[in-house]
């Protein structure tokens, strides 16, 4: 069960969260203008990456928001947890956390 | 091939076992192959032990980064069955089964493939009319799959806690020609019949790159054992399917998760059959060696560290408990993850991809290794024709584009 | 029998407490503090147990966790019979009842030992390569054979009626490991104002330091003090939790530590309130691993007979329970550290002989045991034992100066033999952490090195093996972990103490003359695996670590191989040429020790299995004697059975009341969420299908909401309260997930509207009543709403009073009739339903359960999501393209509805279906076929979704999902079923008012 550091409320057990897939895919603005091949790279289409992944989480027993996340897929190491709207952090600024 | 039998165990018993050879070379890479196999699972080994056995393609190499048999084919609850839903998934499973039934003769090896039944539980009306649906549509597609009333489930499983339970049991899915079998039987008898094939089984050899020629054709994969040229590159790497398929530009709708699975202290025979119930999300049998062998589920996030949270096997072993309360003094022996690749539809991809040259088996989920003779078979003979055999057509990539899914989840259905 | 064996004083046993017992129901006695391997050996009993494949004679090897062999059976009644169990780690409790395992007819006389001569014919593998002929008899021949052989204990048949609680707990710096390492993690970290948990597996503190006859003076300056004041010290800290009993069996992500406290299996009579074992989840801010290190056997022909033991095992049941093992004893070694076992051994007054297969012994215990008077023989090798059911000699060689065994040999008599190989530090746990392990030469051992949890090792599992220098090393640890922990920094905090390499020695096999490999020179002993096997196993071509353990299943039994990996590892490492490293090392799971699945599940069962979900009317309803079914967490009435009525008969019955009359449902559970806010109207239209501006304050629309896949999500009414505020319902099963779906696209995708989503749906009791005579029941009830037809149409929402409590009143049906959803909160639910059931009185009103609701819908053919549909059908599938907003540019699942698939005219679709025979009723899930008389394998072209028997309209009816289903009407179809096939005719699917007249009335 991980330890996950909900930007608005802490540290809190996995239990309370819900995990809510790759972070970072935008719903095409226009669909209509979108290919099949579009939309289905928008549907299914996942990075799927060995390594720092980021995540959408929601603290869903919690204070109910999404949040997103990166992690180390090949440690489950969080190396930042950061809000909606935000930029995740860059490389600089990851620096000096252990993954 | 040395051939195996009761005879000559006690022939060679007689000189302290010695004479027997390694049940296949360890192989260095060539520099050339005509087809390489990505990924020493069941599947892969299989795949080249078909290409060379039923195609004649005898310049196969399969190469592993780890140990062959060291990823989801050693890492499973061996349950086998063929008891899908849809037409083509009812196909694609009985075509292995089938395959099944005979694998230790065609071996040569035992793989222990016992057909002692897979008892599906159903809890609710709802897991009722989706058990009964199952069932009629088995028997239209020619597989056995039949309703048991809950004591006749009982008769079957006599362990079995139908009533004063949360979720009282209202009946059952048997399909008798279910069972499991040894996991890494499968991997070593493919191994050991595709060596004496040709087939080159190259491990502790990871692939880094998959080379294209000019035209965009796969031609090759780099390994941190060398460059190794083929014009035909399968890949049958479950997990990693993601990892590599891109190196060839391949981008697969497929994520990958920590699946556990656990085994208690072994027993004396109690346990007849597989139970599974997807409403409380477990599943268990006997191994042969007496120990108790349960599934529990996916974690909710990706992940490639090949162990899960303690609260999925938490709750398989509560499940396990309330359907089997004589369980609860049993004791957990040992507790392993895997990473399964799962599809949205989670049903497989076994098929051609868009590069030319490049062939892909994967998206099995936490349900492949009850594929393994039937996707190797397919995969073989996807590679080989360079087009996809009948049963795995529709089991393509494309179909996440045109909205062929073959969705055995949602099939499911949720409570309403 | 006397305990003959037992020491004239000293050791942790209470001698004026005696406990009987029985062992296979030999009545035997030993004494408070024993455990049931101690009083066994007291009693001169060393045959305990089987081997698992060979049935071979097997006694106390260890005096621990690890031990393979002396495996029992714990029974207290019937119900509660525990297999397995390690006779080193049972308290033994007045009136224990402990039985033998694995064998037939008794642990003297076994029948399975015929394997035993069999072994030359059965060595590792032997099931791979044979079994195969004829190919049915595996299943029936050889499996179940070969199945009734294996299996250790029997498994319980009853319930198991202990309970077994949970805990989660959070603290500063968990230290798992009580020795001396432990203790001073333990007392370092506290003292520093740390909140810490400290666990051991033992009933008492102490670790190694309890097998040594004066615990504290190992310690080196002040030790005894020191000890005592620790335990005290930390006894008394309210800061500090001790766990006895408790095991450290996992290590998880982010720090969380499982722990298994057991409580009461040391009892002779157990309070029955009293949870049997706890299971703590335990996450640590900082983690000190002080798990030890376990003594190494050594691999020589017969090293398995019962009275071969491990030499600290010797020693600890001498120093700890007064036990001495035996006799005349013979201690075979490769290190000076065991030779104390045998000095504490002479002076309790047995004889003993050293062989030890150095070349020479020059350390100072080795100078001791000259002194006082022990034959010690360097440069030897043992050969072989003897003895039947316990040892009886064994045989010694002398090596050459090559190490080879080319000299003499001799046997010597004994009734003991003492062995070991070193130690292997415990680096289970760290392992589990993903912590990397280094090989360290230098100490024939894997050491810890780097792990990505916040975690420290501290004693001998780091190679610390000294207890005095562990002290150090734990009380260094314990600072650090608290000052990583972010407690306060103080000046001094001591170094970890350097790894030693005294006690240490190279794993593997003895020596056999010859070079040969022994028969019967066992590495793992539960598994009876041998040297042979490994060494077969890589000749086979399984060269990695992880193939030989599994085609051997060396380290595989329930001891996980703590006594044997290395030296499996030693042994394949030098048959293949390579280093220890290179062979590498199997991984280390999870749990350390075997941990009960109660445990596990705590109070998870029954009842408590899964929350149970209830509404206000449920009991009314359980009163009424409804019949309930389980529909995701909720109870659902589902009939109301009167007078001994089948389902069939009361469904009937209530199917015509509400036809007829009014009938009265409860719809609570239905999923409720409020969506409120200036652009709620905008959120709806992106979201469902519908079109929703147009929706007029008081009115009712029924929504469907699809995944942006295209297919069918959820369904149900929606009430526009107000411009800004709509009252949406879901399916019962689908509450949570559309909330969360609605969430999600707020917060992540359309973060530019107001809006806010609010769950309801525990906070509105549902009442439907309907049917003709459901606005007169009403409107006696009824505050501020007209009910007339004209001023609330069909689909039509109002807010008024009913009993005076405020309703949210919408005219809603789902069963064709005239009816009413009312909404009061939840806690007025039950009055304002017998207010209305009173009322109805008169009127014949009727409560009706799910299945009736099911009936009178698909009479009106109105689709029951998740039943005909099941995620793979689109609004057009199920023939409601009509509620599709068309002017709108986009919703969720707008775009996927054009890929190909979706307009494929082999769809299935839904229609109605009746049977040829009127009182047929289909399966649900039956499939469909164009052709009768065909034998399967059939191209099924659909299925039955929904199918009832019909009083109101005297016949069956059904639904179903056919392919092109809509161009088929009128066309006979068949569902083939065991014997016949059923010819059904393709229909609407509304059997019943389908221009819809009695709802509107």
Same mark, same amino acid.
């Given at each position: 069960?991980?330890?996950?550091?909900?930007?608005y409320?802490?540290?809190?057990?996995?239990?309370?969260?819900?995990?809510?897939?790759?972070?970072?895919i935008?719903r095409?603005?226009?669909?209509?203008?979108?290919?099949?091949?579009?939309?289905?790279?928008?549907?299914?289409?996942?990075?799927n990456?060995?390594?720092l992944?980021?995540?959408?989480?929601?603290?869903t027993?919690?204070?109910?928001?999404?949040?997103n996340?990166?992690?180390d897929?090949?440690?489950?190491?969080?190396?930042?947890?950061?809000?909606v709207?935000?930029?995740?952090?860059t490389?600089?600024q990851?620096?000096?956390v252990?993954? | 091939?040395q051939r195996?039998?009761?005879?000559?165990?006690i022939?060679?018993g007689?000189?302290g076992?010695?004479?027997?050879?390694?049940?296949?070379? +360890?192989?260095?890479?060539?520099?050339?192959?005509?087809?390489?196999?990505?990924?020493?699972?069941?599947?892969?080994?299989?795949?080249?032990?078909?290409?060379?056995?039923?195609?004649?393609?005898?310049?196969?190499?399969v190469?592993?980064?780890?140990?062959?048999?060291?990823?989801?084919?050693?890492?499973?609850?061996?349950?086998?069955?063929?008891?899908? %839903?849809f037409?083509?998934?009812?196909?694609?499973?009985d075509?292995?089964v089938?395959?099944?039934?005979?694998?230790?003769?065609?071996?040569?090896?035992?793989?222990?493939?016992?057909?002692?039944?897979?008892l599906?539980?159903?809890?609710?009306?709802?897991?009722?009319?989706?058990?009964?649906?199952?069932?009629?549509?088995n028997?239209?597609?020619?597989?056995d799959?039949?309703?048991?009333?809950?004591?006749?489930a009982?008769?079957?499983?006599p362990? %079995?806690?139908?009533?004063d339970?949360?979720?009282?049991?209202l009946?059952?899915?048997?399909?008798?020609?279910?069972?499991?079998?040894?996991?890494d039987a499968?991997?070593?008898?493919?191994?050991?019949?595709?060596?004496?094939?040709?087939?080159?089984?190259i491990?502790n050899?990871?692939?880094?790159?998959i080379r294209?020629?000019?035209?965009?054709?796969?031609?090759?994969?780099?390994?941190?054992?060398?460059?190794?040229s083929?014009?035909?590159i399968?890949?049958?790497a479950?997990?990693?399917?993601?990892?590599?398929?891109?190196?060839?530009?391949?981008? %697969?709708?497929?994520?990958?998760?920590?699946l556990?699975?656990l085994?208690?202290?072994?027993?004396?025979?109690?346990f007849?059959?597989?139970v599974?119930?997807?409403?409380?999300h477990?599943?268990?049998?006997q191994?042969?060696?007496?120990?108790?062998?349960?599934g529990?589920?996916?974690?909710?996030?990706?992940?490639?560290? +090949?162990r899960?949270?303690?609260?999925?096997?938490?709750?398989?072993?509560?499940?396990?408990?309330?359907?089997?309360?004589?369980?609860?003094?049993l004791?957990?022996?040992?507790?392993?993850g895997?990473i399964v690749?799962?599809?949205?539809d989670?049903?497989?991809?076994?098929?051609?991809?868009?590069?030319?040259?490049?062939?892909?088996n994967?998206g099995?989920?936490t349900?492949?290794?009850?594929?393994?003779?039937?996707?190797?078979h397919?995969?073989a003979?996807?590679i080989?024709?360079?087009?996809?055999?009948?049963?795995?057509?529709?089991?393509?990539?494309?179909?996440?584009?045109?909205?062929n899914?073959?969705?055995?989840?949602?099939?499911?259905?949720?409570a309403h | 029998?006397?305990q003959?064996?037992?020491?004239v004083?000293g050791?942790?046993?209470?001698?004026?407490?005696?406990?009987?017992?029985?062992?296979?129901?030999?009545?035997?006695s030993?004494?408070?503090?024993?455990?049931l391997?101690?009083?066994?050996?007291?009693?001169?009993?060393?045959l305990?147990?089987?081997? $698992?494949?060979?049935?071979r004679?097997?006694?106390?090897?260890?005096?621990?966790?690890?031990?393979?062999?002396?495996?029992?059976?714990i029974?207290r009644?019937?119900a509660?019979?525990?297999?397995?169990?390690?006779?080193?780690?049972?308290?033994l409790?007045?009136? #224990?009842?402990?039985h033998?395992q694995?064998?037939?007819?008794?642990?003297?006389?076994?029948?399975?030992?015929?394997?035993n001569?069999?072994a030359?014919?059965?060595?590792?593998?032997?099931y791979?390569?044979?079994?195969?002929?004829?190919r049915?008899?595996?299943?029936?021949?050889?499996?179940?054979?070969i199945?009734?052989?294996?299996?250790?204990? *029997?498994?319980?048949e009853?319930?198991d009626? &202990?309970?077994?609680?949970?805990r989660?707990?959070?603290?500063?710096?968990?230290?798992?490991?009580?020795?001396?390492a432990?203790?001073?993690?333990?007392?370092?970290?506290?003292?520093?104002?740390?909140?810490?948990?400290?666990?051991d597996?033992?009933?008492?503190?102490g670790?190694?330091?309890l097998?040594e006859a004066?615990p504290?003076a190992?310690?080196?300056e002040?030790?005894?003090?020191?000890?005592?004041?620790?335990?005290?010290?930390?006894?008394?800290?309210?800061?500090?939790?001790?766990?006895?009993? @408790?095991?450290a $069996?996992?290590?998880?992500?982010?720090n969380?530590?499982g722990?298994e406290?057991?409580?009461?299996?040391?009892l002779?009579?157990?309070?029955?309130?009293?949870?049997r074992?706890?299971?703590?989840?335990?996450?640590?801010?900082?983690?000190?691993?002080?798990?030890?290190?376990?003594?190494?056997?050594?691999?020589?022909?017969?090293?398995?007979?019962?009275?071969?033991?491990?030499?600290g095992?010797?020693?600890?049941?001498?120093?700890?329970y007064g036990?001495?093992?035996?006799?005349?004893?013979?201690?075979?070694?490769?290190?000076?550290?065991?030779y104390?076992?045998?000095?504490?051994?002479?002076?309790?007054?047995? @004889?003993v002989?050293i062989?030890?297969?150095?070349?020479?012994?020059?350390?100072?215990?080795?100078?001791?045991?000259?002194?006082?008077?022990?034959?010690?023989?360097?440069?030897?090798t043992?050969?072989?034992?003897?003895?039947r059911l316990?040892?009886r000699?064994?045989?010694?060689?002398?090596?050459?100066?090559?190490?080879q065994?080319?000299?003499?040999?001799?046997?010597?008599d004994?009734?003991?033999?003492?062995?070991?190989g070193?130690?292997?530090?415990s680096?289970?746990?760290?392992?589990?952490?993903?912590?990397?392990?280094?090989?360290?030469?230098?100490?024939?051992?894997?050491?810890p090195a780097?792990?990505?949890?916040?975690?420290?090792?501290?004693?001998?599992c780091?190679g610390?093996f000294?207890?005095?220098?562990a002290?150090?090393?734990?009380?260094?640890?314990?600072a650090?972990?608290?000052?990583?922990?972010?407690?306060?920094?103080?000046?001094?905090?001591?170094?970890p103490q350097?790894?030693?390499?005294?006690?240490t020695?190279?794993?593997?096999?003895?020596?056999?003359?010859?070079?040969?490999?022994?028969?019967?020179?066992?590495?793992?002993?539960?598994? &009876?695996?041998?040297?042979?096997?490994?060494l077969?196993?890589?000749?086979?071509?399984?060269?990695?670590?992880?193939?030989?353990k599994?085609y051997?299943?060396?380290?595989?039994?329930t001891?996980?191989?703590?006594?044997?990996?290395?030296?499996?590892?030693?042994?394949?490492?030098?048959q *293949?040429?390579k280093?220890?490293?290179e062979?590498?090392?199997?991984?280390?799971?999870?749990?350390?020790?075997?941990?009960?699945?109660?445990?596990?599940?705590?109070?998870t069962?029954?009842?408590?299995?899964?929350?149970?979900?209830?509404?206000?009317?449920?009991?009314?309803?359980?009163?009424?004697?409804?019949?309930?079914?389980? =529909?995701?967490l909720?109870k659902?009435?589902?009939?109301?059975p009167?007078?001994?009525?089948?389902?069939?008969?009361?469904?009937?019955?209530e199917?015509?009341?509400?036809?007829?009359?009014?009938?009265? $449902?409860?719809a609570? !559970?239905?999923?409720?969420i409020?969506v409120v806010?200036?652009?709620?109207?905008?959120?709806m239209?992106?979201?469902?299908?519908?079109?929703?501006?147009?929706?007029?304050?008081?009115r009712?629309?029924?929504?469907?909401?699809?995944?942006d896949?295209?297919f069918?999500?959820? &369904?149900? =009414? =929606?009430?526009?309260?107000?411009?800004?505020?709509?009252h949406? !319902?879901?399916?019962?099963?689908?509450?949570a997930?559309?909330l969360?779906?609605?969430e999600?696209?707020?917060?992540t995708?359309?973060t530019?509207?107001?809006?806010?989503?609010?769950?309801?749906?525990?906070?509105?009791?549902?009442?439907?009543?309907?049917?003709?005579?459901a606005?007169?029941?009403l409107e006696?009830?009824?505050?501020?709403?007209?009910?007339s037809?004209?001023?609330?149409?069909?689909?039509?929402?109002?807010?008024?009073?009913i009993?005076g409590i405020p309703?949210?009143?919408?005219?809603?049906?789902? @069963?064709?009739?005239?009816?009413?959803?009312?909404?009061?909160p939840? &806690?007025?639910?039950?009055?304002?339903?017998?207010?209305?059931?009173?009322?109805?009185?008169?009127h014949?009103?009727?409560?009706?359960?799910?299945?009736?609701?099911?009936v #009178?819908?698909?009479?009106?053919?109105?689709?029951i999501?998740?039943?005909d549909?099941?995620?793979t059908? !689109?609004?057009?599938?199920?023939?409601?393209?009509?509620a599709?907003?068309k /002017?709108?540019?986009?919703?969720?699942?707008?775009?996927a509805?054009?890929?190909?698939?979706?307009?494929?005219?082999?769809?299935?679709?839904?229609?109605?279906?009746?049977?040829? /025979?009127?009182h047929?009723?289909?399966?649900e899930?039956? /499939?469909?076929?164009?052709d009768?008389?065909?034998?399967?394998?059939?191209?099924?072209?659909?299925?039955?979704?929904?199918?009832?028997y019909?009083?109101?309209?005297?016949r069956?009816?059904?639904?179903?999902?056919?392919r092109?289903?809509r161009?088929?009407?009128? /066309?006979?179809l068949?569902?083939?079923?065991?014997?016949?096939?059923?010819?059904?005719?393709?229909?609407?699917?509304?059997?019943?008012?389908?221009?819809g007249?009695r709802?509107?009335?």
């Open positions: 069960m991980l330890l996950i550091n909900c930007p409320c802490g540290e809190r057990p996995e239990l309370e969260f819900v995990h809510g897939g790759q972070a970072h935008a095409p603005g226009d669909p209509a203008e979108c290919s099949d091949q579009q939309w289905a790279e928008y549907l299914y289409r996942r990075d990456i060995k390594g992944h980021g995540e959408r989480w929601r603290h027993h919690g204070c109910g928001r999404f949040f996340a990166l992690r897929t090949t440690s489950d190491v969080f190396l930042a947890t950061y809000k709207g935000e930029q995740p952090p490389q600089a990851l620096k000096g252990k993954a | 091939m195996f039998s009761g005879l000559s165990l022939r060679r007689l000189t076992q010695r004479g027997w050879q390694p049940q296949w070379r +360890q192989a260095e890479p060539k520099a050339a192959y005509d087809a390489i196999i990505v990924g020493g699972g069941g599947h892969g080994l299989g795949a080249a032990f078909y290409l060379a056995k039923e195609h004649g393609l005898t310049r196969v190499a190469v592993e980064k780890g140990w062959i048999g060291g990823g989801n084919t050693g890492r499973n609850t061996t349950i086998i069955r063929s008891n899908y %839903l037409d083509e998934s009812a196909a694609l499973y075509h292995s089938q395959l099944w039934e005979s694998l230790s003769q065609v071996l040569n090896y035992n793989v222990m493939f016992s057909q002692r039944g897979v599906m539980l159903a809890h609710t009306v709802h897991d009722v009319q989706v058990c009964q649906r199952h069932v009629h549509a028997r239209a597609n020619g597989v799959n039949e309703w048991l009333t809950p004591e006749e009982r008769a079957v499983c362990l %079995l806690q139908t009533d339970i949360r979720y009282p049991v009946g059952a899915a048997f399909q008798r020609r279910g069972g499991t079998a040894r996991h499968v991997a070593w008898g493919f191994a050991r019949a595709a060596d004496a094939l040709g087939v080159d089984i491990e050899c990871e692939v880094i790159g294209r020629d000019a035209h965009g054709a796969a031609c090759g994969i780099e390994t941190t054992r060398g460059f190794i083929a014009p035909r399968g890949v049958s479950a997990g990693h399917s993601s990892v590599i398929m891109k190196m060839a530009g391949v981008e %697969l709708p497929i994520e990958s998760y920590p556990q699975a085994v208690s202290e072994p027993v004396k025979p109690i007849p059959c597989v599974m119930s997807n409403t409380i477990a599943y268990i049998s191994s042969d060696k007496g120990e108790m062998v349960i529990a589920g996916t974690d909710a996030y990706t992940s490639y560290t +090949q899960g949270g303690l609260h999925i096997s938490r709750h398989a072993i509560e499940a396990i408990c309330e359907l089997f309360p004589m369980f609860r003094r004791r957990m022996l040992r507790n392993w895997g690749d799962v599809t949205p989670r049903s497989p991809i076994i098929a051609k991809t868009p590069v030319p040259g490049l062939y892909v994967c099995w989920g349900g492949g290794f009850k594929a393994t003779p039937g996707a190797a397919l995969l003979w996807t080989a024709h360079d087009a996809p055999h009948p049963i795995n057509a529709p089991f393509t990539i494309e179909r996440f584009r045109d909205g899914l073959i969705d055995e989840a949602a099939a499911a259905a949720v | 029998m006397s003959g064996l037992r020491t004083s050791g942790r046993i209470n001698r004026a407490r005696p406990v009987r017992f029985t062992f296979d129901g030999r009545e035997l030993g004494l408070e503090g024993d455990t391997a101690s009083a066994l050996l007291a009693n001169g009993v060393h305990v147990g089987r081997s $698992f494949k060979y049935h004679p097997r006694g106390v090897l260890t005096a621990g966790p690890e031990e393979p062999n002396a495996l029992v059976a029974r009644d019937a509660r019979v525990t297999p397995n169990l390690r006779a080193t780690e049972v308290e409790y007045e009136g #224990l009842e402990a033998s694995n064998r037939w007819p008794s642990l003297g006389f076994d029948t399975g030992a015929i394997n001569l069999l030359p014919f059965i060595p590792a593998g032997f791979y390569k044979t079994f195969m002929w004829p049915r008899a595996w299943q029936w021949l050889y499996e179940p054979r199945r009734a052989a294996t299996g250790l204990g *029997l498994a319980p009853h319930p009626p &202990d309970s077994y609680s949970n989660f707990a959070h603290c500063d710096v968990l230290v798992v490991g009580a020795g001396p432990g203790l001073a993690a333990a007392q370092s970290a506290a003292a520093r104002g740390a909140r810490v948990i400290l666990c597996e033992q009933p008492e503190l670790g190694s330091l097998g004066d504290g190992s310690l080196g002040n030790g005894r003090d020191w000890l005592a004041d620790t335990i005290r010290g930390l006894l008394a800290n309210p800061r500090v939790t001790v766990l006895t009993r @408790t095991t $069996f996992g290590y998880f992500p982010h969380l530590i722990l406290q057991r409580l009461s299996d040391h002779a009579q157990p309070d029955c309130r009293q949870p074992e706890r299971q703590w989840q335990v996450r640590a801010r900082q983690v000190v691993l002080a798990t030890g290190a376990i003594e190494r056997p050594l691999v020589f022909p017969g090293n398995d007979r019962p009275g071969v033991m491990l030499a095992a010797v020693r600890t049941y001498l120093n700890r036990v001495l093992a035996g006799r005349r004893a013979v201690l075979i070694t490769t290190h000076d550290e065991a104390r076992s045998a000095l504490d051994l002479k002076r309790a007054g047995a @004889t002989t062989v030890d297969a150095r070349n020479g012994a020059s350390g100072e215990l080795a100078e001791t045991a000259r002194r006082e008077g022990l034959a010690v023989h360097t440069a030897t043992v050969i072989g034992t003897r003895g316990r040892v000699s064994i045989r010694i060689q002398r090596l050459d100066a090559h190490g065994a080319r000299g003499a040999t001799e046997r010597i004994c009734d003991l033999v003492l062995m070991s070193g130690y292997t530090p680096v289970h746990l760290f392992s589990q952490s993903r912590g990397k392990l280094a090989w360290s030469e230098g100490l024939h051992a894997f050491l780097e792990s990505p949890e916040k975690v420290r090792c501290a004693g001998a780091r610390v000294s207890a005095a220098a002290r150090g090393d734990g009380e260094s640890a314990g650090r972990a608290a000052r990583d922990a972010g407690l306060t920094v103080d000046i001094v905090i001591g170094e350097p790894a030693q390499s005294s006690g020695a190279a794993a593997g096999d003895l020596p056999q003359p010859g070079g040969a490999p022994p028969a019967k020179a066992f590495v793992d002993w539960q598994n &009876d695996v041998t040297s042979r096997d490994l077969l196993a890589a000749r086979e071509g399984f060269r990695s670590i992880e193939h030989v599994r051997t299943t060396t380290g595989m039994a001891d996980q191989g703590k006594t044997s990996n290395l030296n499996a590892l030693a042994i394949v490492a030098r *293949l040429g280093s220890i490293p062979v590498g090392l199997t991984t280390f799971r999870m749990p350390y020790t075997p941990v009960t699945f109660g445990s596990f599940a705590g109070y069962r029954g009842e408590l299995f899964d929350p149970i979900r209830t509404t206000p009317i449920h009991d009314w309803a359980a009163r009424q004697g409804a019949v309930f079914e389980d =529909v995701g909720w659902r009435a589902r009939y109301f009167r007078n001994g009525e089948s389902m069939h008969a009361a469904v009937a019955r199917c015509q009341a509400v036809r007829s009359g009014c009938g009265l $449902f409860d609570s !559970t239905l999923g409720k409020e806010g200036k652009d709620a109207v905008t959120f239209n992106r979201l469902y299908v519908n079109g929703w501006t147009n929706l007029a304050v008081g009712c629309r029924y929504g469907i909401l699809l995944r896949d295209g069918i999500y959820d &369904d149900g =009414v =929606v009430a526009r309260i107000a411009e800004d505020r709509f949406v !319902t879901t399916t019962t099963g689908g509450a997930r559309v969360a779906m609605m999600d696209y707020l917060q995708e359309w530019d509207l107001s809006v806010w989503l609010t769950s309801t749906s525990e906070q509105w009791s549902v009442i439907a009543l309907q049917g003709p005579r606005r007169q029941v006696a009830l009824v505050q501020e709403v007209d009910l037809a004209a001023a609330l149409p069909h689909m039509g929402a109002a807010t008024g009073r009993c309703m949210r009143l919408f005219r809603v049906s789902f @069963t064709g009739e005239l009816g009413f959803e009312i909404n009061v939840a &806690d007025h639910g039950l009055a304002v339903w017998e207010a209305i059931h009173a009322a109805g009185e008169p014949g009103i009727t409560p009706y359960g799910t299945e009736t609701m099911h #009178l819908r698909a009479e009106k053919g109105f689709v999501v998740g039943q549909t099941d995620g059908v !689109t609004p057009d599938d199920a023939g409601l393209t009509w599709i907003g /002017q709108k540019p986009d919703f969720v699942g707008k775009r509805l054009e890929r190909p698939a979706m307009h494929s005219p082999e769809r299935k679709q839904l229609v109605g279906l009746l049977t040829a /025979q009127p047929v009723v289909l399966e899930g039956a /499939q469909i076929v164009l009768a008389r065909t034998t399967p394998p059939t191209r099924p072209i659909g299925h039955v979704t929904s199918s009832y019909s009083a109101t309209l005297g069956s009816i059904a639904l179903a999902l056919v092109a289903g161009s088929r009407m009128g /066309q006979t068949y569902v083939p079923m065991p014997g016949e096939d059923l010819a059904v005719q393709v229909t609407s699917p509304v059997f019943y008012d389908p221009k007249s709802l509107n009335a």
